[in-house]
């Protein structure tokens, strides 16, 4: 339904305001009306209004509590009820919430009575809601706002919280709380609860090179120490998100299973397609996509042959400058003969700020010279068994010095982190030039620098990000690393801080990688590589009474055992399994790219036009899966007035 800058996403009729707290209502108690989620410019609105008595029930006040009017009597009499009967949530507060204001009136006048009653509020000011307890005669919702106050309960006659509560997902995170089941606390669509919880638990507060260094030396021993505090904390910060709840409620045996809903936040996966990885890109089958003055030609699908076979040995030297943006896709020959001269006097005069300084000026210069040493230090012991870097004088390890020293005048603010010459060692290996390797690690950079950020909230986030999917993929597993004290995965930190190297052999990080940069077939493919992992030894942590010692040391042990294309295809089948899932939660969609993520400050995240279309019932096990998974309303459960 739409009107003038608003759009109905859902509607509801049979709920009912119980305007007495005695257990039996009279007629003129009970007050009928619908409640509406409603998109409104930039905000979305939950609006309940009364069906007008005399009038076609089909008409919906869509009116503010008329102001002229006074507020109900707040001396409260002392209601009659059966033990077990909630009259201080069950019935309308005494204390009448401030509404917003409504669109349009449609049907029955403010002046109306029941009119009155009819109220609108922002999602972005719930803080939270509260179901009924079992065994009543209906199930009610209760929403409190920021402010304080409760909106008058909502019962639901005719069943549909569960509907309800699925479109509020769309829009927010629900989280029960851990003093009461009943009690769901409401969370905006962002990552805030995740980075107040790891700021309050003080997790990275030594310095970041250390942690990252320790990390990249002994992930083992180092989960133990810097990580012994994050034992529930993915547990209870990512607790909100929709798909990681679990609730066990107890359903009643009628059509109508209410009160009590089942998990909001569950999300039923088709079956995991197979997915077959191509050849490798040859040099014969690159020529055929460059035409004329060296441009190269169908770039997509050029792409798309990379991320389902990557590249032969022989093609990557050229290939790499474009997958990482040192070379334009759209560019000619001579276009991009310039801009290497360009680049390669840009290099050279950064490179000579370092060069300059004498050793009497670097001792005056503790950051320098501070970066000097960690650098020589790390790469001293960067891929030393590669015939590239072997031996005491090796120039590829001049090479990587004075790369990593120029990168810090490149970018000041960063500077250098260890794991940074665990990045650059491949590149350098495949291309074999300086200025190239430089300007092919920056383009790198640009997409991993943010874990090397000092504050690591880049790698909080992907932590939390790779939560969030493992749950939706494979809840017993969390469920099992959660009993296991293991469920913050901080055992994957390594893998996500420098993409993998140092988990698979030499020539398959050099194959994973250049599928990753394809930037197929989404933007965190990364993430699906580190799930599709732990797919893989699922049954072995789960069967073999792993405790979190063995979990760890399990993970550990794995290094230099995958094969990278099992990996990838098994990455790529997790990632088909979830785009095909019609309700895929939207933060799960947007990790995965399928929708931008909401804009800082936005109250509700974006809808796509899918998501507005009819909703349906769930097809058949058996039937086949949809391509898209951006319908996202929830399935029709509650008959033709749902």
């Known amino acids: 339904m739409e009107g003038s800058g608003f759009r109905v996403v859902f509607e509801k009729g049979g709920v009912y305001l119980h305007t007495s707290a005695r257990k039996h209502q009279d007629a003129d108690s009970l007050i009928a009306g619908v409640i509406r989620v409603v998109e409104k410019d930039s905000d979305v609105l939950l609006h309940w209004a009364p069906v007008e008595e005399a009038g076609d029930p089909t008409q919906i006040l869509f009116s503010k509590k008329d102001p002229s009017r006074g507020e109900p009597s707040t001396s409260e009499e002392e209601p009659t009820f059966d033990p077990g009967f909630e009259p201080d949530w069950a019935v309308i507060s005494t204390v009448r919430p401030r509404f917003h204001h409504s669109e349009p009136r449609r049907g029955a006048e403010p002046s109306s009575p029941r009119g009155s009653w009819a109220f609108s509020v922002s999602l972005g000011e719930l803080k939270s809601i509260r179901r009924s307890k079992p065994g009543l005669s209906w199930a009610y919702l209760v929403l409190v706002t920021q402010a304080g106050g409760s909106l008058p309960a909502l019962h639901f006659h005719r069943g549909g919280t569960r509907a309800l509560l699925r479109v509020l997902s769309r829009y927010l995170l629900l989280a029960s709380s851990p003093q009461d089941s009943r009690l769901y606390l409401v969370f905006p669509h962002d990552s805030s609860a995740l980075s107040n919880s790891f700021h309050h638990l003080q997790l990275f507060d030594q310095d970041s090179s250390n942690v990252v260094s320790r990390f990249l030396q002994d992930p083992y021993s180092t ?169 005491p004088e090796n120039p590829g390890l001049g090479l990587l010095t004075d790369i990593l020293l120029t990168y810090c005048m490149y970018h000041f603010d960063l500077g250098y982190v260890q794991g940074m010459s665990d990045l650059l060692s491949p590149i350098l290996f495949v291309v074999q030039n300086e200025v190239d390797a430089f300007w092919c690690f920056c383009g790198f950079m640009e997409l991993v620098h943010g874990n090397f950020e000092e504050s690591q909230e880049t790698m909080k986030r992907q932590l939390g990000q790779l939560l969030l999917l493992l749950r939706v993929l494979d809840q017993p597993l969390c469920d099992f690393l959660d009993s296991q004290d293991s469920g913050s995965l901080c055992f994957c930190f390594r893998w996500l801080l420098i993409w993998f190297k140092r988990e698979f052999p030499f020539p398959d990080v050099l194959r994973l990688w250049e599928v990753l940069w394809t930037g197929l077939p989404g933007p965190n493919l990364h993430l699906l590589v580190a799930c599709a992992i732990l797919d893989m030894e699922r049954d072995t942590l789960m069967l073999s009474g792993f405790g979190s010692n063995e979990i760890l040391k399990h993970i550990n042990e794995l290094t230099m055992k995958l094969s990278v294309e099992d990996v990838l295809m098994r990455a790529e089948a997790l990632y088909r399994q979830l785009t095909a899932c019609p309700e895929l939660p939207h933060n799960v969609q947007e990790v995965l790219g399928l929708v931008r993520p909401a804009e800082p400050g936005s109250p509700s995240p974006p809808v796509s036009p899918m998501s507005l279309s009819p909703t349906r019932a769930p097809p058949p096990a058996d039937a086949p899966q949809p391509d898209s998974s951006l319908e996202i309303l929830p399935e029709e459960e509650d008959g033709p007035d749902a």
């Open 223 to 391: 989960t133990f120490s810097s990580f012994s505090r994050v034992t529930n904390f993915f547990r209870g910060a990512l607790q909100p998100h929709p798909e990681g709840a679990s609730l066990d409620l107890p359903q009643l045996p009628d059509d109508e299973p209410e009160p009590g809903f089942e998990v909001i936040s569950c999300v039923e996966l088709g079956p995991r397609p197979t997915v077959e990885r191509a050849p490798p890109v040859t040099e014969e089958e690159w020529t055929h996509h460059v035409g004329p003055e060296g441009r190269l030609q169908q770039v997509p699908e050029l792409k798309s042959r990379i991320f389902s076979g990557g590249l032969s040995p022989g093609l990557r030297r050229e290939a790499w400058k474009f997958l990482l943006g040192y070379l334009s896709w759209e560019g000619s020959s001579e276009e991009h003969k310039a801009h290497v001269r360009k680049k390669t006097d840009e290099y050279f005069r950064m490179k000579l700020q370092w060069k300059s300084v004498s050793p009497e000026q670097e001792r005056r210069n503790s950051l320098l010279h501070g970066y000097r040493s960690l650098i020589e230090r790390d790469v001293s012991r960067t891929d030393r068994t590669n015939k590239f870097y072997e031996g």
